[in-house]
């Protein structure tokens, strides 16, 4: 199938084009300096994002969001003004504070390294010296910067609160000259914990210069630049400035591809073409996963290509599919594995075999690919199992389609169990098949979730608060919550609230109080501040590191299965340990024939209100999406007919078994809202991809609750949360009351408007018979 999407393609013209005069307003106003690198550049025009963003951001007062596809020309978009800002102010001796000019603040340190190279080269002629920071920087090249802070500093969030905390008696100095911030990847953030923990840090430079500093954030992709604006200026986002660059339309080419996953007895080895159970010595092994690594093989081989894979352990079995092909077929290995918890050599590696192009190569991956480190075009981008959003989906696809003009292509693989006499209903229904499929509508249609961006985020305020105290070798409860809630970044955390955080953290050691009244860490904070993981606002669990020859090859979590003669894959290779060292925390490996990937922590993403309800609507249409294999079309088919068959259309409530299902048709917050309020009727329910199962009830009496629920007043979420189960997330968590617990889950995890119009829905439509046919 082709579409039209916004440009990833480069629209810039060569040299023999030379630039008219006064061919663009944008153009004349930047600094001669950088009109000279344009010009070096061979460049006949600004892109669309560039000629927008230059007058905004050159004018040096206004906060800019600039939106544009990857490779459409948004880091020149950002740096061509404020460096021409930098060279005219120092021209004119005005800003001459000393201290670093300009902030970049990056969520990877790879893309921290990529920009560097970039930088580097804008601003060699220009006079402006560029320093990048973050862990793998040598420390002597950090104390420079202290010593003698000018021009731009690249630098992750974590390395900023490192600043706070270690040099926070230097921070006036090094900041004093500050006069633009850039946020890359401004989606990445919105709605996280990461996301709350940098708007403290921008607030608290604002706080550290006493002035506001401009900030410029960048995005390939926003859905929302309301809910973006209010993220980067809370309480102002109307007043930052919006630009959107299109830049032209590239086509894209999609398949999605249907397979099934037979059972291994029955299972057609289709690598090999033959009729033999498919093998069982490793979890890589499952026939759906084998046939969709031939069609990867057989497809991809001979180009560049990005494979998207939605965990790490995924990544590692995929990789050694399709190594293990290469050697049967005896041909180079083209195929490697990239995620985070393998060692930065072994990513950069990869990462040079993409950009350097002389051989093919195809990176089975993480979102670690996904934002914008520069590794040149690929051919084509593939995506194992339904994408975890239309946001990152497309961000994806912005890495093909950029190499003379070609058609970006996308192919989606999904997997659905073969059908048997007892099949679950919700299986029935082929989920996976449909929600690839509304998100490919949606991205599309130019259509995307809505971040949420209601949390109360008190595992990182306690975070901050540390932090604050530690930068100010203590610090006024009063001036606390002024400077970090009342005009801060946690403004939704009231006063009681906040005082009863602070006595938790008391009850905890991690406070302690003074006779004067100051706050300072206590003995258990100073250990907590003082460890290296402080200044993540996330978890990051105990890892061991992999060696193999004395070369660190990555890292995985602590799991009991990780004992010496135990195989493993990893890195796309597979692997027998020899010797596990648990004060070293280190594991020893040698090379072996056979090997299982490692448990990795972290699961799947929350499934939007937006695509369920467009799932729905594929589900209610008579219309095939022409983007459909034969296997995608097949399983389509088989999960309308499911749909129509067990009286979706009208019913939402269906017997099966001794058992009830629900079906809300709303995303996981709404489900896991109607789940707890089931659950505090003294039902026992659990959460089952598109349904809810209810235990050991009737239809009839089901829809009769919630008729009466859909009638009463609704309870607070505070009230409906102090029932829940299983509320401790982030990383502080284990610090809050039971009170603060129940707020910060409450905030978090419930939609009770969005619930109840639901439970309304469900009222009025009827009970299938327990005896239904489904």
Sequence with gaps: MTNSLPSDSDLRFGPEHAPRANASAAFDILHQKVQRWVYAKGWTRLREAQEKAVEPILAGGRDVIIAAATASGKTE??????????????EHRRDQ?????????????????????????????????????????????????VRNPDGILLITPESVESLFVNHGSSLATLFGGLQYIVVDELHSFIGTERGAQLQSLLHRIELVVRRRVPRIALSATLGDFSTAADFLRPRKGAEVERIKAVDGDVEIKLVLKGYKCAEPSRATNTATGSDAAAPRDDESSEYDKAAIAAHLFQTLRGTDN??????????????????????????????FAHHGNLSKEIREHVEGRLKDGSSPASAVCTSTLEMGIDIG??????????????AGLRQRLGRSGRRDGKSAILRIYVSEPELTNSTPPVDLLRAETFQSAAIVEMLLQGRYEHPYVGELHLST??????????????????????????????????????????????????????GRGMLLPGIHGERVINHYTFYTAFQTPVEYRLVSNGQTIGSVPVDQSILPGALLIFAGRRWKILNVDDRQKVIDLTQAGAGRPPKFFGGGGEVADEVRRTM?????????????????????????????????????????GGDVLLFPWRGDRIMNTIAVVLASRDLEVGLDGLALTVHRTRPDDLHRLVARLA??????????AAVADGKARDKYDGYLSDELLDRAYAARAFDIDGAWDTLTMIASSPPRAVDAEL
């Design 97 to 145: 504070v000393p201290g670093v000019k300009a902030l970049y603040i990056s969520p990877l340190k790879a893309l921290i390294n990529d920009q560097y190279m970039r930088l580097t080269g804008l601003c060699e002629d220009l006079d402006l010296p560029v320093h990048r920071w973050h862990g793998d920087v040598a420390s002597s090249q950090k104390s420079r910067v």
């Design 711 to 720: 009638g009463e007043s609704k309870p607070t979420a505070e009230a409906l």
């Design 77 to 90: 978009a950002a740096w061509l003004p404020i460096c021409s800002a930098l060279l005219f102010g120092a």
């Design 306 to 335: 990005l494979i998207f894979a939605n965990t790490r352990r995924d990544v590692e079995i995929y990789t050694d599919l399709l190594n293990r092909l290469c050697a049967e077929a005896r041909v180079a290995t083209e195929f």
């Design 461 to 514: 305020l306690i975070q901050q608060i540390l932090s604050v105290i530690a930068q100010h070798g203590g610090a006024d409860a009063q001036q606390l919550y002024g400077a970090l809630c009342g005009h801060g970044p946690f403004a939704q955390v009231d006063r009681y609230t906040f005082t009863a955080l602070l006595r938790a953290m008391g009850q905890h050691d991690l406070l302690t109080q003074d």
């Design 377 to 390: 075009s690929v051919d084509s981008i593939a995506q194992i199992r339904a994408p975890a959003s239309v």
């Design 616 to 656: 729905r609507a594929l589900y209610s249409s008579d219309v095939v999406p022409r983007y459909l294999d034969n296997g995608a079309q097949d399983l389509f088919i088989e999960g309308r007919s499911a749909f129509q068959r067990q009286g979706h259309a009208h019913s939402m409530i269906f017997g099966w």
